[in-house]
């Protein structure tokens, strides 16, 4: 079974704090993901990671960065936490599924997820 | 409104009976998923549809998509307490690009 971790799954962090959150996959995943899930607005793509050092803006970028170093590891950083990024934060990889043009499709597996408050 | 928006944004049902979820999408896709997250939790993969598919099954879930209203169901037969959770779509467009919906709340009441 893929087993996707997250680092915490509960996270207090004061305003201005300099905040990293941990994602660990096993199963070789070329896509890792991080999200932000707030009620009422569903899930949020930050951003995205094709391969190892690569990475791209998801939805809504602003105030975080991310860190791919290692395949099985994407990290998500909050240079300064505020009040407004009191969040679910979710990672997930994806299996790409290859087949037939038009066949393939990705399949994402997502971990337990971090509740973090900036207080 | 936002793509792949759910309705209703939440359901209570007996057990037993059946819950139908609905999903719509404003660009062209490549597939359509749906997801389940019990509370507090991360998503799992439920079920894939493709853009030439109408109807998928597995197990007591059943999918439907019409491309030409952008829009799918989820219904699931026969439900159980076990089935209460957050239920969400994900459309998946161009460059892999997955977007994912605010979610229906379902409660089955045992």
């Known amino acids: 079974d893929v087993k996707v971790t997250q680092s915490s799954r509960y996270l207090v962090k004061r305003t201005g704090e300099k905040v990293f959150l941990e994602c660990v996959q096993d199963m070789d995943h070329e896509n890792m993901f991080w999200y932000r899930q707030d009620p009422g607005l569903g899930l949020r793509l930050i951003y995205f990671s094709y391969d190892v050092k690569m990475k791209e803006k998801g939805d809504i970028p602003e105030g975080y960065s991310v860190s791919r170093e290692k395949k099985e590891r994407f990290s998500l950083i909050l240079e300064s936490a505020s009040t407004n990024q009191t969040s679910m934060y979710l990672c997930?990889?994806?299996?790409?599924?290859?087949?037939?043009?038009?066949?393939?499709?990705?399949?994402?597996?997502f971990g337990p997820g971090t509740r973090l408050t900036v207080t | 409104s936002q793509q792949g928006e759910e309705d209703p944004q939440a359901l209570s049902i007996q057990e037993g009976e059946n819950a139908t979820m609905n999903c719509s999408y404003k660009?062209?896709?490549?597939?359509l998923q749906w997801y389940r997250q019990n509370s507090g939790r991360g998503l799992v993969h439920l079920i894939l549809?493709?853009?030439?598919?109408r109807e998928k099954h597995s197990g007591r879930l059943r999918v439907t998509l019409d491309t030409s209203k952008k829009s799918s169901s989820l219904l699931i037969t026969a439900s159980r307490a076990a089935d209460t959770a957050s239920y969400f779509c994900a459309s998946e467009g161009s460059y892999q690009k997955v977007t994912f919906g605010i979610g229906t709340k379902l409660q089955v009441i045992p």
């Open positions: 660009t062209s896709i490549n597939n």
């Open positions: 997930a990889s994806s299996l790409f599924l290859g087949g037939l043009a038009g066949d393939s499709h990705y399949e994402q597996y």
């Open positions: 549809i493709r853009s030439n598919e």
